[in-house]
């Protein structure tokens, strides 16, 4: 019988061809060799996520062999290491191991990298060489921040970075975030730095502190095009300093689209003579307001008057999505949508011309699920707008949905 490799290539072909794309038969078709088929193995394993069944099998099945660790494109490591001993941890050269991976999404410390030595640091480091995004989830452990933070560091291809840190009242409670040692800027000479596109932060407002003295210092956050802070303040929160203005401002030369939580609003005053505003982004095209069920809407749109005071500059979108109800449009004051009428229809020779501003209304209580605004509620909403933005309505600029 001949062997798989001297199967003519067409009768391979027509195989391939007749084979379904769907679980089962990729499984089957994996455990062929790979001269036969390795679009299989590129549709099965292309995405990974851990759990804790499969931990044990992952670590088994890349370790020996490169056969299916070279199809694996990304790689999602949920919550698995608060209940698992620390054997179940990934070793740092696992990430080695896939020599494509160009995606990783990382909950807590599945690698360990509190207890890493420098060598075992750099081995994790090499694994992170192909990587341009990474998404790190963090609930308890905030104590792993710095150490991510001095590895991330020397990934130079690196271009998105999403952190999510939460507390449920235990890893805040444990660890104080402005006590965490970020790393220096690096002194190495020829280490190259990552050139971030991207970064978004949500969750607690508190990871700011240790964020902001880990990207700006370091210089992370120049060649920002896109930035999210989608941040959530409680209770004693709103009396802490605002951490957003240096982070902001730190991306601002290339700034084009920015995403922010105004509940409070940013603080807009700076140590020196000029305020923030939107004459401090040259580049900003897109401005998203992300607002929680507390924020006041008359604040926000006073705040986003005062932000474009001096003009639109190169802005061309402005989406306002808060937890808005007929009663919240109600509360603002004529004056202050007067003057955001102003700001909008304020045009500059030869610059680009403002395209819209987007209102999203639900109900409060709906988790922002557009199916709990019924549509007598929403057809209120969106006629209460347009009688209060006429002019905007009649350029063309105002759209709301929901």
């Not at 996520?49 to 070279?70: E, G, H, I, Q």
């Not at 557009?370 to 105002?398: I, K, N, Q, S």
């Amino acid at each position: 019988m001949s062997s798989i490799p001297d199967i003519p290539q067409e009768l391979v072909a027509k195989i391939v061809g007749e084979l379904r794309d769907d679980l089962p038969s990729l499984r089957a078709s994996a455990l062929i060799s790979r001269s036969f088929l390795p679009w299989s193995r590129l549709h099965l394993f292309f995405s990974v996520r851990l759990t804790p069944r499969n931990v044990y099998a992952f670590r088994t099945l890349v370790s020996p062999s490169s056969d299916v660790a070279m199809y694996i494109r990304r790689l999602d490591i949920p919550l698995i290491n608060n209940d698992l001993p620390s054997s179940a941890l990934l070793p740092p050269e696992s990430l080695a191991q896939l020599p494509h991976i160009t995606h990783l999404s990382a909950h807590g410390d599945p690698f360990g990298v509190r207890q890493l030595s420098d060598v075992q640091r750099a081995l994790l480091g090499r694994g992170l060489h192909h990587v341009t995004t990474v998404h790190i989830r963090i609930l308890n452990h905030v104590c792993a921040l710095p150490e991510w933070a001095r590895v991330l560091n020397g990934c130079s291809s690196l271009t998105e970075l999403d952190i999510h840190a939460e507390s449920n009242g235990h890893g805040w409670a444990t660890w104080n975030a402005d006590e965490l040692q970020m790393p220096a800027v690096p002194t190495t000479e020829g280490q190259n730095l990552p050139r971030l596109h991207t970064v978004r932060i949500a969750g607690d407002c508190k990871v700011l502190g240790p964020l902001g003295r880990w990207l700006v210092p370091s210089g992370l956050l120049d060649t920002l095009h896109t930035l999210s802070i989608d941040v959530v303040y409680v209770r004693g929160d709103y009396d802490l300093p605002d951490q957003r203005p240096a982070l902001v401002l730190a991306a601002a030369s290339q700034l084009q689209e920015l995403t922010l939580h105004l509940d409070p609003p940013m603080t807009l005053a700076t140590g020196d003579s000029h305020p923030i505003s939107l004459a401090s982004f040259p580049h900003l095209r897109s401005l998203h307001f992300k607002d929680g069920e507390d924020a006041n809407v008359s604040d926000s749109l006073a705040w986003l008057n005062q932000f474009l005071h001096l003009g639109l500059g190169a802005l061309e979108h402005i989406t306002i999505d808060h937890g808005m109800i007929q009663r919240d449009l109600l509360e603002v004051p004529a004056t202050t949508w007067y003057a955001l009428e102003e700001a909008l229809l304020r045009s500059e020779d030869g610059g680009p011309r403002f395209l819209g501003l987007t209102f999203k209304g639900y109900n409060k209580f709906s988790f922002g699920s557009p199916d709990a605004f019924d549509r007598h509620a929403f057809d209120r909403f969106e006629a209460l707008l347009r009688c209060y933005l006429p002019r905007v309505e009649t350029a063309g600029m105002l759209r709301i949905v929901r």
